[in-house]
């Protein structure tokens, strides 16, 4: 099998062309890395690449294979992680200067999940720094572009990955998302990505950003690959009291599910004005396919949506300013050269250490957090957070499933919302209460804007409802299969 049939490839079919002897983990993690080698330098998908390493991985694997001791789905296949996972041995940044020299002495869980499974890390993918931000723009290493487009973001924080899986740089990907740092890239690049119930997947290794929002989860080309991928890094974790005992996916149910008969809701508030009228246009002609296939579907207000955004960033910047106090200049990371003394250590490190909007975000926390603003700010986001939960709960009493947009537009021009924060802050309007609750939501390609970027139908469930969810993605991705919205590659057009 030539290395362009390979990249072709889902990474579940390409795991069963190795098993079947097709080809092997060497040939198809060197299409890989040839391909990196060839296309990243545009795209900048990449912060750091294994070639040597991967490769030796692979030989290994390979082995491993013949003899029986691998027999998963995914053994042999090469995936891409990004870069705020830690990885023993290997550079692990998040995208920032105060990280740009560390290199973890210990593996986040599902890095050794992957290792288990046989999978080949091919290496660690660009992101906003600290994850945040939504166009992988305010990453140190520089900005990474949307194969898409020229000169069009990939959305963020994993845009990285995102943008690796769109330009067959990678089969399949891992993120994080903490408040639409999955689905929103995942729309942005044209490719599906899948935010778990928080808890699914264990956080250890993790590097914090808002802990109780943090959720790592799987971007690839269709509902089984993420599914199967799901199935790998998913469990319960004792160094992770947050993370919960799984029961493991159905890929048959997924790969055959049927919304006949199923209610589907669609929140008005997510088409409100503003929404680009093209973004629109195909999310709903998206959800008439699940009308036209049996489907009952009804519109309900969701008013909460207008404290979406001011809950969402009192809560996580409250969380990143304690999670980031740790960088201190002194154990590990970023040291100035020169200080005077340690109060200089400790100014000089974040003030050098930090990007802008990192600075931002420490900034807002420790005031919403200050002894006279705590109250007024802190414990009213606490509050209605629970309102919000309140909201999701009433609405998954009535339908089975919620669907909307994933964002308002399509992938913006670089530097549009960078240089106005608040604009970028406001495209998370459709993502950030979904992390607020911690149900799982996935992020659908669906269609086209008239200057050809992708769009993303986001599909929101109730609790552990990741089988659902990837239910309906598998359906619509098999009905739509026509017209191929799961199998394009921005590389392709």
Known sequence: ??????????????????????????????????AIKEL????????????????????????????GELAGALAGVPIAVKDNICTEGLLTTCGSKM???????????????INEEGMVILGKTNMDEFAMGSTTETSYFGSTLNPWGDNRVPGGSSGGSAAAVAARLAPIALGSDTGGSIRQPASFCGITGLK??????????????????????PMGRDALDLAAMLNVISGEDC??????????????????????????????????????????????????????????????????????IPTYYIICCAEACSNLSRYDG?????????????MDVYVKS???????????????????????????????ALQAKSMIKKAFDEAFSKYDVVIGPVAPTAA?????????????????????????VGVPAISVPCGFTSEGLPVGMQLIGKHWDEEKLLGYTALYQRLTASEGYEKKSAVDM
């Open 1 to 34: 099998m030539d290395s362009k049939e390979i990249l072709k490839l889902s990474a579940l079919d390409l795991g069963k062309a190795i098993k079947e002897k097709k080809t092997t983990s060497v040939e198809a993690t060197k299409a890989y890395l040839d």
């Open 40 to 67: 990243d330098t545009k795209f900048k998908s990449y912060i750091t690449v294994r070639e040597e390493d991967a490769l030796k991985d692979a030989e290994a694997i390979d082995s491993k294979i013949a003899t």
């Open 99 to 113: 990280l740009g020299n560390f290199v973890p002495p210990y593996s986040a869980t599902v890095v050794k999940k």
């Open 196 to 217: 778990p119930t928080y808890g699914t997947v264990s956080r250890y290794g993790l590097v914090a950003f808002g802990s109780s929002l943090d959720q790592i989860g």
């Open 239 to 308: 160094k992770d009291q947050s993370s919960a005992k799984t029961e493991k996916l159905n890929l048959d149910a997924i790969a055959n599910f049927d919304c006949n008969g199923k209610t589907i809701g669609i929140p008005e508030q997510y088409f409100a004005e503003g929404m680009d009228e093209d973004v629109r246009t195909a999310v709903m002609n998206a959800i008439k396919v699940f009308e036209d296939n049996g489907a009952k579907v009804e519109k309900f207000p969701m008013p909460i949506m207008d404290y979406a």
């Open 330 to 342: 002194i154990k590990y990371g970023y040291s100035p050269e020169e200080a005077d003394d340690l």
């Open 350 to 380: 974040r003030s050098e250490g930090f990007g802008m909007e990192v600075k931002r975000r420490i900034m807002l926390g420790n005031f919403v957090l200050s002894s006279g603003y705590y109250d007024a700010y802190y414990n009213k």
């Open 412 to 436: 913006l021009k670089a530097g549009e919302s960078l240089s106005d924060p608040l604009k970028m802050y406001l495209g998370d309007i459709c993502t950030v209460l979904i992390n607020i």
